[in-house]
Each structure stands twice: as C-alpha cells, then as structure tokens.
C-alpha cells in the first residue's frame, strides 16, 4: 500500500437526499486505459479505492475495455456501486445515423455490472420508451455482447459518436474557460 493511501481517508459527502457518501474525489475511467500496464491500471483503483474512493466515472470510449475488464470486477469485489453513463453516446448521434438502436444501446449498457444506467430523457416519449426497454429488459449474453461489441468497433476507434469526449461541442463554459476553448458565441458555425 502507498503512503498517500495509508493516510487518513478522503471526505465524502451526502449523495443528494439519500443516506449514502459519496467521495469528494472520483476516478475518472478514460485515463486506467492510459496507464503503461494493466498491473498498474489494477493499482491505480486498489489504491483510490483503499483511500476511500467510492465514485469511479465509466468513461466509456476507446478504451471502454479497461473500464470493463478493469474496474467494473474490482468494483465488484469492492461491492461499490457503478453507475452507467452515456449509453447513447452522449447526444444520441449513434442512433440518429442509424448505426445501432436505443434498444440494443440501452440493453448493453444495462447488462453490464452497474447498479443504474443514466440516460438523458428529454421527453415523456423518450421516458416511456426507456421505461418500456427497462421493463422488458433481459441482460444480454456474453456472446450477445461480444457482437454487438464488434458490430460498433468501427466506430467506437475514432470517437466520432462520442464527441462529448473528442471535442469541446458539448463543454459548459466553465468547463470551456478551464481549458483554453472558445466560448460557444465566440466559435464560428
């Protein structure tokens, strides 16, 4: 265990009106795919998670497999509760041009080990539609998931659907501020 890990650990505060903390820090998930090796990937989450850690961000992109195969089992083993994001690609895009299906999106998403799947909901249609695919849900197989998985990797390689991570299309203006970026009246259309 590290020194910064055998401290005292991190503050947590109130998860809104429920009774449950949540850490004043997360693990973003994007990065563990960064790491030089999946043994320290591995040790990046024990050890936020040793110092209290209890929010770990999904980060489903490119490197979606670290957070599949690396943190999602650890959470697990650490009875934390993960919470799905994004399961449409941020704003839909990937349904608009018809390369996969809500459905199918929101049924993956769904069958992985997470306690919940946030999905943006913008609509009473959209509400009963998800409502409907939440009611009729089955998780999908491994094997269900394995070609729906290669029926994406295509697309999933160059972010093109997920732009709320490949560009600053969808950043507030604080967000837009801290990095440098235009604000949106200020970027050309």
Known sequence: MSQSSKRQPIDRRPFGRHPDQVSIIGLGGYHLGKAKTIVEAVRIV?????????FLDDAFDANFRSFQTRVLPELARQKIAAIGMKSLGGDGRVIKKNV????????????LPVCTTV????????????????RDFSPM???????????????ALDGRFELYKTSAEHDGEVGRRQHGFPSQEEVPM
């Open 46 to 54: 024990h050890e936020a998670l040793d110092a209290g850690v209890n």
């Open 100 to 111: 996969a299906r809500v459905d199918d999106a929101m049924r993956y998403a769904m069958s």
């Open 119 to 134: 999905s943006g909901i913008d609509s009473l249609r959209v509400l009963r539609q998800n409502l409907d695919i939440a």
């Open 141 to 155: 197989t491994a094997r269900e998931r394995q070609v729906y998985e290669q029926g994406l990797a295509d697309y």
